[in-house]
């Protein structure tokens, strides 16, 4: 099944470009714009990292190595659009307009990060697994039944695919014909767990074939295999073509979260010989003369200094309402539960 | 509560559900049917008997055999716009879709601060006593009962199935649906043809009495009914509370009962351990305790998983036990 499902790449290792076809379309313009949210990304990625180690922040689940699967995937989406994501798909969401201090929030066991910005359909990450993709097709099918051209996207990893709900929300996906991104970051690892122990299926896209549904293998950590596979994808749901199942093999360089080690289970010198995305958009850009590096530096800075404010603006957050606890358990609280809280606080002498 | 009545037809509980239905799906294009076998045929219990034909394949929508993807999808499309109403064959199938309802459909609203809400009603009949295969007799509600974010309502009566059916369709939160098999025929009743609703969260006197409170649901009900009318022949007065909604409960009624009668009997077809029934010994407790002639009495399933059918009959509680329950209460 790996040669019906090659590894669609549009860049080589060393950031050339191997699919010619899509020469034209890889401007200076679209370069930078991966590249700004990559970089913007990552540097919120190591961060939150920081930030836990030192005591500022709850268990944080890193995605650095993952960016060019994230922005790529999200770059491809308009605002009507829904995205489901997990709880390692923050640098998805923030692509595509999550705001960085409600992301801060979020990781610090703050419910308000939970809550999308404006008017952006982003739904609070998926803590189980898989289940987040029934409510993508769900949501797509709705978009379907209003007759829009608005789009969902399921995320999902590896280990999501032995999971019922990705099978069930496959099926739903294809019977319904919704319009719906099945979005597969294949990372490696199932926390470690190794995709050769998690399942016997040579890759992820052939698990389409089953349910009648198109699917692609793809480098995801080339940026733009990523990204014009999703403009297909998107472009044929919108057009009414239905679900597309895309597996971005990608790598996860770091820990599942901050409360494990890797290198317990992996070789992590190894893990970082791997070409990192970033390094590899860079090394394209400096082929093709799009490299400005005092360009780069000020935007590596601009970056620095949001996500240092957003820290700022995230720790100088008001201390979190105990009403909160309560309040939006329903739409209006049965009785016996106002009295709970009633009790309580009158009790703390509110 | 009722709006007047003009018209009204006699109908048996899953016609009353039938009649719910289809007055929702006629007032308010975003609701939605989904569910295994609810189009062309109906449903298994017919619930859904000729929706499809009124309303369209497109409303009316037979799934995949698939709970969770029922659920899960149910849930983006309660998010995104519409009402699903999903039917789960029996409430013995439901543990597929236990997840979707547990981590999602009751903590959106909570989860969001607000901004989704999960418009959801989940359909299923539940409980023993029709001689059904295997599984297809569970009344595993406190699994929900004990989940926040969710209501959990049970008709026992067609004229409660229709309004506490709409009224369950109109909340902005999920409900789940119980409906007892073994009351879906059991009887017919005068059911208005209007729409109405009747306030989820509040019980129902069924008969009222002075010396023992007897609280039950759905099937349990008539049980209850049963006993009393018996216990009445020995010069025992039973007042007879319908709970409807088991989630939340109705703590007032309950109470201002019990402490009228000081004695309280609880019939539940589930088992006992974990069962609702201790809840409602809780909220006795909390709220009546000094009322207390006698220890709080359950009648109840065992606890044992809920029998093939051969053996059913031992197992759901009968108006004998019930009655020697009420009687030990009074004896005390």
Redesign the interface.
């Known amino acids: 099944m790996e040669t019906e499902f090659p590894i669609y790449r549009i860049l080589d290792d060393a950031g050339h470009v191997i699919d010619t076809s899509k020469t034209d379309l890889l401007t200076k313009d679209l370069s930078l714009a991966l590249f700004t949210h990559m970089n913007r990304i990552r540097t919120f990625d190591r961060k939150a990292i920081n930030l836990q180690r030192q005591g500022r922040l709850g268990t944080y689940a890193p995605l650095e190595g993952q960016e060019a699967a994230q922005v790529g995937s999200a770059y491809a989406l308009q605002d009507k659009d ?1 995205i489901f994501p997990t709880y390692r798909d923050h640098g998805a969401t923030l692509t595509f307009g999550a705001d960085m201090v409600r992301t801060f929030l979020y990781w610090n066991g703050r ?2 990060g ?3 910005t404006d008017e952006l ?1 982003i ?2 990450p ?3 697994i898989a ?1 987040q ?11 379907k ?2 007759g829009t051209t608005h789009v ?1 996207i399921a995320y999902f990893g590896d280990g999501a695919t032995s999971e ?2 990705f099978h ?2 496959m ?2 996906a294809s ?2 014909q919704t319009p719906v991104i099945l979005f597969n970051q294949n990372n490696g690892y199932a926390i470690s767990v190794p995709i050769q122990k998690q399942m016997h299926s040579e890759t992820i896209a052939q698990k389409a074939l089953a349910y009648g549904m198109p699917s692609i293998r793809i480098d995801g950590n080339d940026v733009f295999a990523v990204y014009f596979t999703m403009l297909e994808a998107v472009e044929r749901a919108r057009s009414g073509g239905g679900p597309t199942l895309i597996e971005a093999v990608t790598w996860r360089f770091g820990a599942h979260t901050t409360a494990d080690d890797p290198s317990k289970y992996r070789d992590q010198e190894r893990s970082h010989d791997r070409v990192d995305p970033i390094t590899r958009l860079e090394d394209f850009m400096k082929e093709q003369g799009f490299y400005d590096e005092q360009e780069i530096e000020a935007i590596r800075n601009r970056h620095q200094q949001e996500v240092e404010a957003a820290v700022k603006t995230m720790e100088a957050f008001p201390p979190p309402d105990v009403n ?1 606890l309560f ?5 209006t609280l ?4 106002l009295r709970q809280k009633t009790d309580y606080l009158t009790a703390r002498g509110n | 509560m009722a709006t007047p009545i003009n018209r009204q037809t006699e109908m048996t509980l899953v016609q009353a559900v039938t009649d719910a239905l289809r007055t929702k799906l006629t007032d308010d294009e975003t609701t939605l049917v989904l569910g295994e076998d609810v189009g062309k045929n109906g449903g298994v219990f017919r619930a859904t008997d000729g929706l499809q034909e009124e309303f369209g394949e ?1 409303r009316i929508i037979d ?2 055999l ?1 709970e ?2 029922i ?12 009402k699903p109403i999903v039917e789960i064959q029996f409430l013995g199938f439901i543990y ?1 879709a236990y ?2 309802i547990m ?2 459909v009751s903590r ?10 999960v418009p959801m009603v989940i359909r299923a009949p539940y409980g023993a006593g029709i001689r059904a295969p295997e599984i297809h007799s569970d009344s595993t509600e406190a699994l929900f009962t004990s989940m ?2 969710l ?1 959990v309502v049970c008709p026992a009566t067609p004229y409660d199935a229709k309004g506490l059916l709409i009224a369950a369709i109109e ?3 999920p409900v789940l649906f119980l409906e007892s098999m073994r009351s879906y025929r059991a009887f017919k009743e005068p059911v208005p043809s209007e729409s109405y609703t009747i306030k989820i ?1 509040k019980a129902k006197y069924v008969t009222e009495g002075q010396d023992v409170t007897l609280i039950a649901w759905g099937a349990m009900v008539q049980v209850a009914q049963k006993a009393a009318t018996e216990a009445a022949t020995r010069g025992i007065s039973c007042e007879v509370i319908d709970l409807r909604t088991l ?3 109705d ?2 009624t309950i109470a201002a009962s019990v402490q009228k009668t000081g004695r309280a009997v609880i019939i539940h077809e589930a088992q006992a351990t974990g069962g609702l029934g201790n809840d409602l010994i809780a909220l006795i407790n909390d709220t009546s305790f000094l009322y207390l002639r006698a220890p709080i009495a359950r009648v109840t399933g065992f606890d044992v998983p809920v029998p093939l059918f051969a053996l059913e009959d031992h197992y759901i509680p009968t108006p004998t036990r019930v009655l020697e329950a009420i009687q030990r209460t009074v004896d005390f």
């Open positions: 829904w419910v308000e939970c809550v999308p359909h739904f609070p998926a803590v189980p289940t993709i029934p409510h993508a097709v769900g949501a797509a099918w709705a978009e039944r209003k969902a019922g709900d069930e929300g099926n739903f019977v319904f909160d309040d939006h358990t329903y739409a049965p009785d016996d539960l | 497109d799934t995949p698939s969770a993807g659920v899960g999808t149910s849930i983006g499309l309660a998010v995104n716009g519409f597929p997840e979707q981590t999602h959106i609203r909570m989860r969001t601060m607000g901004r989704y809400g926040p974010g209501k909340d902005p939160d969260g989630y939340p409960l703590r007032s």
